[in-house]
C-alpha cells in the first residue's frame, strides 16, 4: 500500500488526498488512525487522547475540511487552543490542507478587536481561537455560534493547567447543542473527565498509549550529577553533538534565566521562555528558534506550551518535572515526524527518590549514562575543526584572498608554530582540559555525609557557584566536599561530610548577626521539597548577618553590588 493509499483507506476523498500528497505526509500517525475513520463515519463526540507533536491538527482537520461546505457566513467549526502562538500554528495548518474555498482565521487576544470584528462580519467558516478572546466576543455578542457544526477542543489538559478550563466551559454552554464536541488532551485529569459527561454526548474514546509516542522515537538517558554541576553538564552535552537543536526544561522561572545568562556568557546561541516573557517577545524568540538562529531554548513547563517543532534533537529537563505525565509531555516533543531524538534527564541526589519512582511509572527504558569527559569533549571539537578546514580548502576562492597574509606569517613563524597560535587565537581556551571543570556524579564518597540548611538564598544574590564559593571561602572546604547545592528564594540546602558538618555550620553561624543561626544541620528529608518557602523552621524568619567588628562583609557573600534588598 502507497503513503496516499494509507490516508485513502481511512475514508478520506481526492481532493484532501491531493492536499496530502502536496504536504509530503508519510504515513498517518497513530491518532490520524484512529480519529480520522471515527469523524468521517458517525456523528459520535470523541475524546482523542495523545501526546503533543502527533499530528493531532491534521486528524481532526482533514475529516473537518473533509465534510465542510463554504459558506462564508456564520461559523460552522470552532478550535479551542491554549495560546496565540498555537492558534496561529493551527490555523496555518489548517489552511495548508484546504484545497476548497474554506474561510479559516485566527482569533485571539492581543490582536487588534476591531480587525477581529471585520474579518467576523466578513464571514469565517473555521475560527481558531483562546477560550478568553472567543469568550469575549461571545459576551459582546459580536460572534453567532448557533450553526457551529464542529467544536474542537485542543490541548484540552493545557488549558485546565492556565486556568482557561472555566471559560471553556462557559463557551461549550453558549454554543448550539446540536454541534459535534472532539475533545484532544494528552492527559486525562478528571476536571477534563467531568466536563466531557457534563457537556459531551455518546461519546467515543479514542486513546493512543504514550509508549508509542516517546519510547519508539526517544531515546531516554539520564546521568547523576551534582546540582552545582549540571550546567557544566549541560554545556558538555551541547558540545558533543554537531547539531545540537534543542529545549532544556527548568521548573522556575529564575531557574530559565540563569541558565540563559550562563550560556550566553560561554557563546551559546540561547533563549528563554517564562511566565514573564511578554507575547511580543514569546513570538520573537520562537521565531528565532524556529529558523535556528538560535538553537537552545530554556522553558518552564507552562511556558512551553503551545510550541510546535517537529525536527528537535534533543529535550534536556535540566531539573525534574512535577509529575511523570509532564516528564512524558516533555519528552514527547523530540522523537517526532519519523525523526530519532534524545531525551535526557539530569539527577541531583535529592531529586533522586522521585525519579527512581517516575522510572516505574513510565512504560519505556531511561538508560543511565556517563557524561562525555574533558577530552571526549575535546577530541569532538579538534575533528570538527579539521572538518571546517577541509570543507574551506575545497572551495579555494574563498581563501585567495588570505594567502598572501599567510605567506607573511609563514616568513616569520615555523608552520607548526603559525597553525598553533592560530588555533589559539580563534579557539581560544577551547582546547585545553584544563577549562573543563571535573563534573563528579553525586554517587561518589556518599557515605557520612550531612544536609545543612544556610539560611540566605537567591534573593540575597547567591546562586551554586556564589554559595560553593563563600562555603571554600569561609570554612575551608574544598570542591570535593561540597555537594548537592540547592538555592531557593529565601535558603539554601547543601551537603557535606558528616564528620565536618558540625565545623562547619559553627564557623558559618560566627558569621550571622544576634541570636539566629546562618546554619544548621537539617533534618531527614530536609531539602527535598520543591517549594520556595521555609514552612517548618519557624514560621519563615530570617537570618540577618554581614554585620561584624571587622566591618560589613556583605559584599563578599552575595557576588553582587552588596545591597540586600530585604527587611532586617
Known amino acids: 500500500m502507497t503513503k496516499v493509499e494509507e490516508f485513502q483507506a481511512l475514508g478520506l476523498t481526492e481532493v484532501t488526498l491531493e492536499a496530502i500528497r502536496e504536504k509530503g505526509f508519510e504515513t498517518p500517525s497513530p491518532i490520524q488512525k484512529l480519529t480520522i475513520p471515527?469523524?468521517?463515519?458517525?456523528?459520535?463526540?470523541?475524546?482523542?487522547?495523545?501526546?503533543?507533536?502527533?499530528?493531532?491538527?491534521?486528524?481532526?482537520?482533514?475529516?473537518?475540511?473533509?465534510?465542510?461546505?463554504?459558506?462564508?457566513?456564520?461559523?460552522?467549526?470552532?478550535?479551542?487552543?491554549?495560546?496565540?502562538?498555537?492558534?496561529?500554528?493551527?490555523?496555518?495548518?489548517?489552511?495548508?490542507?484546504?484545497?476548497?474555498?474554506?474561510?479559516?482565521?485566527?482569533?485571539?487576544?492581543?490582536?487588534?478587536?476591531?480587525?477581529?470584528?471585520?474579518?467576523?462580519?466578513?464571514?469565517?467558516?473555521?475560527?481558531?481561537?483562546?477560550?478568553?478572546?472567543?469568550?469575549?466576543?461571545?459576551?459582546?455578542?459580536?460572534?453567532?455560534?448557533?450553526?457551529?457544526?464542529?467544536?474542537?477542543?485542543?490541548?484540552?489538559?493545557?488549558?485546565?493547567?492556565?486556568?482557561?478550563?472555566?471559560?471553556?466551559?462557559?463557551?461549550?454552554?453558549?454554543?448550539?447543542?446540536?454541534?459535534?464536541?472532539?475533545?484532544f488532551s494528552a492527559t486525562m485529569p478528571q476536571r477534563i473527565a467531568v466536563l466531557s459527561k457534563k457537556y459531551m454526548r455518546d461519546t467515543e474514546i479514542l486513546k493512543v498509549e504514550s509508549k508509542q509516542i516517546t519510547a519508539d522515537l526517544t531515546d531516554q538517558i539520564y546521568f547523576e550529577v551534582r546540582e552545582c554541576d549540571k550546567f557544566d553538564a549541560l554545556t558538555r552535552i551541547i558540545d558533543v553533538e554537531s547539531e545540537f537543536y534543542g529545549i532544556v526544561f527548568s521548573r522556575t522561572k529564575v531557574g530559565v534565566d540563569e541558565i540563559v545568562n550562563r550560556l550566553l556568557e560561554r557563546g551559546y546561541a540561547a533563549e528563554g521562555l517564562h511566565g514573564d516573557v511578554s507575547q511580543a517577545q514569546r513570538e520573537k524568540i520562537l521565531r528565532k528558534f524556529k529558523r535556528k538562529a538560535v538553537n537552545i531554548l530554556v522553558a518552564t513547563d507552562v511556558a512551553a506550551r503551545g510550541i510546535d517543532v517537529n525536527n528537535l534533537t534533543h529535550v534536556i529537563n535540566y531539573s525534574l518535572p512535577q509529575d511523570t505525565e509532564s516528564y512524558v509531555h516533555r519528552i514527547g516533543r523530540t522523537g517526532r515526524a519519523g525523526n530519532q531524538g534524545t531525551a535526557i534527564t539530569f539527577i541531583s541526589n535529592s531529586e533522586y527518590r522521585q525519579f527512581t519512582a517516575l522510572k516505574r511509572e513510565v512504560k519505556s527504558e531511561i538508560r543511565k549514562q556517563q557524561l562525555p569527559s574533558a577530552e571526549d569533549v575535546i577530541e569532538i571539537k579538534r575533528n570538527k575543526i579539521k572538518d571546517d578546514l577541509q570543507e574551506i580548502v575545497g572551495g579555494e576562492g574563498l581563501i585567495n584572498n588570505y594567502k598572501t597574509m599567510a605567506g607573511e606569517i609563514l616568513e616569520q613563524y615555523p608552520p607548526e608554530v603559525a597553525m598553533a597560535a592560530l588555533l589559539k587565537l580563534a579557539f581560544k581556551n577551547e582546547l585545553e582540559p584544563d577549562t573543563y571543570p571535573e563534573v563528579r556524579s553525586f554517587s561518589v564518597d556518599r557515605k557520612g555525609t550531612a544536609r545543612l540548611f544556610i539560611a540566605v538564598g537567591r534573593v540575597d544574590g547567591f546562586t551554586a557557584p556564589k554559595l560553593v564559593e563563600m562555603l571554600k571561602r569561609e570554612t575551608g572546604l574544598n570542591d570535593s566536599k561540597i555537594d548537592d547545592v540547592r538555592i531557593?528564594?529565601?535558603?539554601?540546602?547543601?551537603?557535606?561530610?558528616?564528620?565536618?558538618?558540625?565545623?562547619?555550620?559553627?564557623?558559618?553561624?560566627?558569621?550571622?548577626?544576634?541570636?539566629?543561626?546562618?546554619?544548621?544541620?537539617?533534618?531527614?528529608?530536609?531539602?527535598?521539597?520543591?517549594?520556595g518557602e521555609r514552612s517548618s523552621r519557624g514560621g519563615g524568619r530570617r537570618v540577618a548577618y554581614g554585620s561584624r567588628a571587622g566591618g560589613d562583609r556583605r559584599r563578599s557573600f552575595g557576588g553582587g553590588s552588596g545591597d540586600r534588598k530585604r527587611k532586617r
Open 488 to 531: 531557593l528564594d529565601n535558603f539554601s540546602f547543601v551537603t557535606v561530610p558528616f564528620a565536618e558538618a558540625e565545623a562547619v555550620t559553627r564557623q558559618l553561624n560566627k558569621l550571622s548577626h544576634g541570636n539566629q543561626p546562618l546554619a544548621e544541620i537539617a533534618k531527614d528529608g530536609a531539602g527535598n521539597r520543591s517549594g
Open 38 to 183: 471515527v469523524l468521517l463515519r458517525n456523528e459520535n463526540d470523541i475524546i482523542a487522547q495523545a501526546q503533543t507533536g502527533t499530528g493531532k491538527t491534521a486528524a481532526f482537520g482533514l475529516p473537518i475540511l473533509e465534510q465542510i461546505k463554504s459558506g462564508k457566513g456564520l461559523p460552522q467549526a470552532l478550535v479551542l487552543v491554549p495560546t496565540r502562538e498555537l492558534a496561529l500554528q493551527v490555523t496555518e495548518e489548517l489552511i495548508s490542507l484546504n484545497r476548497k474555498k474554506i474561510s479559516i482565521a485566527p482569533i485571539y487576544g492581543g490582536a487588534s478587536m476591531s480587525e477581529q470584528l471585520r474579518r467576523i462580519k466578513r464571514g469565517i467558516d473555521i475560527v481558531v481561537g483562546t477560550p478568553g478572546r472567543i469568550l469575549d466576543h461571545i459576551r459582546r455578542s459580536t460572534i453567532d455560534f448557533s450553526q457551529l457544526k464542529w467544536l474542537v477542543l485542543d490541548e484540552a489538559d493545557e488549558m485546565l493547567d492556565m486556568g482557561f478550563i472555566e471559560d471553556v466551559e462557559e463557551i461549550m454552554a453558549a454554543t448550539n447543542q446540536t454541534k459535534r464536541t472532539m475533545l
